[in-house]
């Protein structure tokens, strides 16, 4: 009965690659995000989605592409895969967009580029 | 430019020994403010939100303070046991709905 739940949770793969990353939420809510943790353990917002409508897109290389096919999910998409790319990817969703409600997290994705 | 710092970066303590960590944001528009912990290798589990109306919120024995105006907040951990290691980030919430996290404390509570 995992709240934020994200697949794959590890995933090594080579540079050039095109890999997905699948986020599924059981909340009922109507936000969900994206967030990238580097090497250094900062957290850094990539997308939201409200609805299935983009409403933050924080200047991420169009080989990002997040797709909401409804708003349960967010996927990830990632596109020629590049050494950079090495990361925690963390999938969130909350109540609603600009509220004060507290945001989930799942239990991150572990991406290694080769 | 939202920016969060947290300090220390790293904290160890005795078993027992209260534990202060200290987030603080550049700009004091913010909705809420919320503290999570990250275990190794986990994702992150939220502790505590305090709303900007708010200077405080409890639970069990977490406590933690804002001060919106200078832009600080702080979570108080009594009497600190060792599954408390782990380490804490606090984040705040401003237009946009974004979240903007600090660098995290790592936290080291030693039997």
Redesign the interface.
């Known amino acids: 009965d995992t709240a934020?739940s994200q697949t794959p949770k590890y995933l090594v793969t080579q540079m050039g690659n095109d890999k997905s990353i699948k986020c599924e939420q059981n909340l009922g809510h109507d936000?969900m995000?994206w967030?990238k943790q580097d090497s250094?353990?900062?957290?850094?917002?990539m997308f939201?989605y409200?609805n299935k409508e983009l409403?933050?897109n924080?200047t991420v290389p169009n080989r990002f592409s997040p797709k909401s096919p409804d708003k349960a999910h967010l996927n990830l998409h990632i596109n020629s895969l590049e050494l950079g790319d090495s990361a925690v990817y963390?999938c969130?969703s909350s109540l609603e967009?600009?509220?004060?409600?507290?945001?989930?997290?799942?239990?991150?994705s572990?991406l290694t580029v080769v | 430019k939202q920016e969060v710092t947290q300090i220390p970066a790293a904290l160890s303590v005795p078993e027992g020994e209260n534990l202060v960590l200290n987030c603080s944001f550049t700009d004091s528009a913010i909705y809420n403010l919320q503290w999570f912990r990250q275990d190794p290798g986990k994702g992150l589990t939220s502790l505590l939100l305090i709303q900007s109306s708010q200077r405080e919120q409890t639970s069990g024995r977490l406590n933690a303070s804002l001060d919106k105006s200078s832009g600080r907040s702080t979570l108080y951990i009594a009497a600190s046991q060792p599954g408390d290691s782990a380490t804490y980030l606090c984040a705040v919430r401003a237009a946009g709905n974004k979240l903007t996290f600090g660098g995290g404390t790592r936290v080291l509570v030693k039997p």
Do not use: M, P, Q
């Open positions: 934020v936000t995000y967030y250094k353990k900062f957290l850094k917002i939201s409200n409403i933050i924080e963390f969130a967009a600009g509220s004060g409600n507290t945001i989930y997290f799942g239990e991150g572990w």
